[in-house]
């Protein structure tokens, strides 16, 4: 099969001019098929404060009422997202953003009220990857944002990390999937203090090992455990590094 | 050549739900392949408001300075597009929000400033159909925010209008194009104190009778100038007519 590179961006590098610029520039030179995913919640929450909401945190997930949709759907489907297309687009590359209502691409559920109630927010139900697919193969790289809807005429807030996943997933019937995810550091430390200290490779086996011992904590967890779940689903690869070294064979390899 | 259908609605129709809903179940209805351009000028106003931006309007355009251009993208291309998006998946038409960045679809120019400077407005240079034909042949209904960009990287403001027209015209190549505007009447109207006066056709040697006897005039003028341009240019129709009679045979037939 054909490769295919997805990275997930945060917020952060995508929310300033200038990281913007060098991101895109980076991810031009990824060699092959490629979809980018961004976050944008610096953004939104700038955006919340402006127009006077308040923005509510519940466990690192927005409470997404209904003036918070409106605000997520402007900044994340129209701000943001048409800035890194613009942006692609400067440099040759043929970028098309989209939410999940557009093509109906990603279908989903508005997340069930149990302990917390997080109000406009989607649980990924369908996706709809043919069609992705083949705008793919025409040399079409697809932007997509933070949002759903749930084919009932609503747009949904979902997590970038989920969106990515989960997009991952259904394009590896199509492609050998590279899934990338960045953040702040080189890749997954062995020492937090050593920012040099970058895992090559983790195993499931080495996963429960470096849990146990306390090397791996926190956030990390959760994003350790969907990197698994995404390659028992099919995905080739799933890479978690810093955004300046996506066009390299850099950070930490997540392997099944 | 195929028939396609390219209605262009206003802000206040896609602005309120109630009749958005209606527009998008009359829309439905067209038979054959569609596109839709919306406006948004309304939500972009009182969205600036919100946020302390003054709007200032020129010739009934909007001057887009470097904020003005952000909560542009922000309505246009994120909430209104994607409401009209969400919408029209819920009722089963295949959608897809675009700016003319996306796909580089359209392309324009920062316009010149000469009496007036409008700041971030584009003027429409390139327009490629073909992707768009492309996905309009699949059965995808392309949403047209009026956005463009320069392949600089930068988003402009591009009348909807306009929009409609330039997408018209390239399209025509590849279809059969009956672009559709929509107004707040059933049609143009022989006297502009009886709604049921509707013109039902006018040709060129019809529209300088009109101009001359004052049947036609202000901002009528410069919208069937544009239109008997883009019959020109190759457009198979052009009607005018009221945003609840798409789907009819109803309004004011331009020909050429």
């Known amino acids: 099969m054909v490769k295919l590179t ?10 300033e001019s200038e990281s913007l610029k060098q991101l895109l520039a980076d991810f031009s030179k990824i060699e092959g098929y490629k979809v980018l995913v961004h976050g944008g919640g610096r953004s939104a929450t700038a955006m919340a404060a402006k127009l006077g909401i308040e923005s509510q945190m ?17 900044v994340y489907g129209g701000l943001v997202n048409k800035q890194i297309v613009a942006g692609l687009q400067a440099i040759g590359v043929n970028a098309l953003g989209l939410t999940g209502a557009d093509l109906n691409y990603m279908r989903s559920e508005k997340r069930p009220v149990k302990d917390v109630d997080y109000g406009f ?11 992705l697919a083949d705008l793919i193969a025409k040399g079409v790289v697809p932007v997509l944002a933070p949002l759903t809807h749930d084919k009932a005429g609503n747009m949904l807030n979902t997590n970038a990390d989920t969106i990515a996943g989960e997009a991952a997933k259904a394009l590896a019937k199509h492609f050998e999937v590279t899934l990338m995810f960045c953040f702040e550091k080189k890749g997954v430390l062995m020492n937090e203090n050593d920012d040099e200290s970058v895992i090559s490779e983790i195993t499931p086996a080495l996963f429960e090992k470096y849990v146990a011992e306390g090397v791996i904590s926190g956030g990390m967890i959760p994003k350790l455990e969907n990197s698994f779940e995404a390659i028992s689903a099919g995905v080739n690869k799933v890479i978690i590094t810093r955004a300046d070294l996506i066009h390299t064979e850099g950070g930490t390899k997540i392997s099944g």
């Open 6 to 15: 997805l990275v997930k961006v945060g917020g952060k590098i995508v929310e």
């Open 58 to 74: 519940v466990n690192g997930r927005r409470i997404t009422d209904a003036e918070t949709l409106k605000v997520v759907t402007m």
């Open 121 to 131: 927010v989607g649980d990924v139900k369908e996706v709809n990857a043919d069609i």
